[in-house]
């Protein structure tokens, strides 16, 4: 019976109903085929309005229609502007006496007051059409108007040229989002997840589960945020995202989960991170970083807007050691060149001091980037801003080398470079008569950091004078491999901490070490680059339960306690497995091309984690405290706002 049960269920998950006629098997993945009946979203179904106001076209000339939205503005008293999500349409306001009811509701309503319209479609006189307009070849000639809600004086217009501090925005988020690019943003990102939906569920198979909030605290990783139970003593974390519950879940023989999943990280202030953000969480059993990564690539070329140029598929790759030894970061944006190069071999035998003192150490190295054009577009107090940003947050030296022709340097170490490194650093760097090439020498990872940091500020610098280096049209996909297992934790170099989290497997190659010299093992750790930015990170997890406690207890010196749940389901027959989470945040803001991860969250923090619209976080009076035994301990020059029971904000 059981079975005649799942053979039925899987059937039916199986064969996708609705518009979906049938699958094709592609070489890539099965691609997604809908019937040719396919219908254009209803927008006007279930509501008052007939049409939208961004629809309506020459070919509805005629119609009578019913709209509703906002008065974007006025002209004259003889004309408005109506707008509602989907775009603008211009009104007619009528002058006859007859219809002076009508005349007197939109000529003083507010701006940003909400009307209902009714009319017909009619051409406008020639000579009067707008082609900045979708609508601009019609108006509408009222017949009938109702004024909905009017609008109080705005804190700003909706517009989106005129310019809004960012927390004047954020105080205001409700007005802030019926700006165009807002809807535009929100919308596009709904269209991408739903296409991703498709493409997991419908295409592949996948189950999309929700997993619990109300957690408990994980060891290593970023801060939790703390939730209090009302059994003393005791408290939830909210979980920085569903890593264990995924796992288990492949334990559980659900073998392909997708999730658009809420998670939470206290990191503090940081302009690229919100304290809550959003995952498409991803993980499946029996598969290989080969089978992760395809899946990806086909993910994100399946969502992909039509009106950008196609995901190129498969996407290039390189490992961490190349990554930092070329570009100096572990998430390099490759849309310029501008590389790293070892030239150690060239200055063995040099009388430069401090690349002298740097080659006499073990793992010592001279390092250059050349910026092509540099001479050009670079000035002298640019160059000496790059030399003291080494200076001050790297405790480096950089020299700066510029070549005015094949033969005279200008450089303050010039005389100290004799005949041949000159021009085997012209070979090496590939050197042309307008380069200028920064050249800094010390510990292999210290010297790749510095340059890698330089080449993005030389970038900065080059497209404020107008040479564009990074398109910002091109979408550069790249995977960064075999990373290194552990690293050694910064308060402690003797001690080891997880590079990616205490979950991700060692590479098969690297076990022997794990029990000789951890630091050298790499992971099965794989992460996704866009554009200089980590969109998504992800591993082959740990299955066998003995390698996961040595891993927690011997060499991370975690409490395996916490994780006894973990480890004794990895006991019972858990299968290989492995996962991705893309972070949908950053991802968006990439696509959108927006200036901060803020422009595509419909509601968000500001910088220092406050919801300016309603004041959270915000205080609560002691009564409300007690159920949870918690009381607390105000600072000292706090002791009149708790008196008066106002939120206490030190930052402010």
């Known amino acids: 019976m059981f079975t005649c049960w799942l053979g039925r269920l899987c059937r039916g998950l199986s064969t996708p109903t609705g518009r979906i006629t049938h699958l094709i098997h592609g070489s890539h993945s099965r691609r997604l085929v809908l019937s040719s009946q396919r219908r254009m979203p209803e927008l006007s179904s279930f509501v008052a309005r007939t049409n939208t106001c961004g629809e309506l076209r020459s070919s509805h000339i005629g119609q009578e229609v019913t709209l509703c939205g906002w008065i974007q503005y006025r002209r004259q008293n003889i004309f408005l502007v109506l707008r509602d999500f989907h775009g603008l349409v211009q009104v007619v306001i009528p002058q ?17 007051s909400v009307v209902q ?44 040229f005129v310019k809004k501090t960012e927390a004047l925005r954020l105080q205001y988020r409700y007005l802030d989002l019926r700006s165009f690019q807002m809807q535009h943003n929100l919308r596009l990102r709904s269209q991408m997840v739903m296409k991703m939906r498709e493409y997991l569920c419908n295409l592949h198979g996948f189950v999309d589960i929700e997993t619990p909030t109300l957690f408990k605290r994980t060891p290593g990783g970023a801060k939790e945020f703390v939730v209090p139970s009302r059994e003393p003593g005791k408290f939830y974390c909210l979980p920085q995202s569903p890593q264990q519950f995924k796992q288990l879940l492949m334990v559980g023989g659900l073998d392909r989960y997708f999730q658009v999943a809420r998670c939470y990280r206290d990191e503090g202030s940081r302009p690229d991170r919100q304290p809550e953000f959003t995952q498409i969480d991803i993980e499946m059993s029996f598969v290989d970083q080969t089978g992760i990564r395809s899946l990806i690539e086909g993910l994100l070329q399946y969502s992909w807007p039509s009106d950008k140029d196609p995901v190129v598929v498969p996407f290039l790759s390189m ?61 002298r107090k640019d160059i000496e801003s790059l030399r003291k940003f080494a200076a001050d947050h790297f405790n480096q030296e950089v020299l700066p080398v510029f070549l005015k022709d094949n033969r005279n340097w200008n450089s303050p170490v010039a005389k100290s470079i004799m005949e041949e490194q000159r021009s085997e650093l012209i070979r090496l760097m590939d050197m042309q008569e307008d380069c200028v090439v920064l050249l800094t020498a010390g510990e292999h990872r210290k010297a790749c950091s510095v340059l890698g940091k330089l080449r993005l500020e030389c970038a900065d610098l080059l497209e404020a004078r107008g040479l564009v280096l990074r398109d910002p049209a091109l979408f550069s996909f790249l995977w960064v491999v075999d990373f290194p297992l552990f690293l050694p934790k910064e308060e402690n170099p003797g001690e080891l901490e997880s590079a990616h989290h205490p979950f991700t497997a060692p590479h098969p190659s690297d076990i022997h070490l794990l029990y000789t010299e951890p630091k050298q093992v790499r992971s099965q750790h794989y992460d996704l680059v866009l554009n200089g930015s980590e969109i998504g990170g992800g591993s082959i997890r740990i299955h066998d339960a003995e390698l996961q406690r040595y891993i927690l207890a011997t060499l991370l010196k975690e409490d395996v306690k916490l994780l006894s749940h973990l480890l004794q389901a990895l006991d019972f027959g858990a299968p290989p497995h492995g996962g991705i989470a893309l972070g949908l945040d950053r991802l968006m803001c990439l696509v959108t091309g927006a200036p901060s991860i803020r422009d595509v969250i419909a509601f968000p923090k500001s910088f220092r984690g406050h919801d300016l619209m309603s004041s959270a976080p915000g205080s609560l009076p002691p009564e409300e405290l007690k159920p949870y035994h918690i009381q607390v301990s105000w600072p000292a020059d706090s002791k009149g706002k708790e008196l008066l029971n106002e939120p206490y904000h030190p930052e402010s």
């Open 117 to 160: 319209v009714s009319g017909t479609v009619i051409s406008r006189p020639p000579g009067q059409e707008n082609p900045k307009m979708p609508t601009g070849e019609i108006e509408i000639q009222v017949k009938s108007a109702e004024l909905l809600n009017t609008c109080k004086k705005l804190p700003f217009e909706i517009k989106d």
């Open 319 to 379: 490992t961490f050691a190349e990554a930092m030894a070329s570009y100096g970061t572990d998430k390099p944006d490759t849309r310029f060149g501008m590389k790293i190069v070892d030239i150690s071999d060239v200055f063995r035998n040099t009388e430069v001091g401090f690349l002298q003192d740097a080659l006499s150490k073990p793992q010592g190295t001279v390092k250059a980037i050349c910026i092509s054009e540099g001479t050009k577009y670079l000035k």
């Open 96 to 112: 006859d006496e007859s219809a002076a009811s009508v005349k007197k509701i939109l000529c003083e309503a507010p701006v940003e």
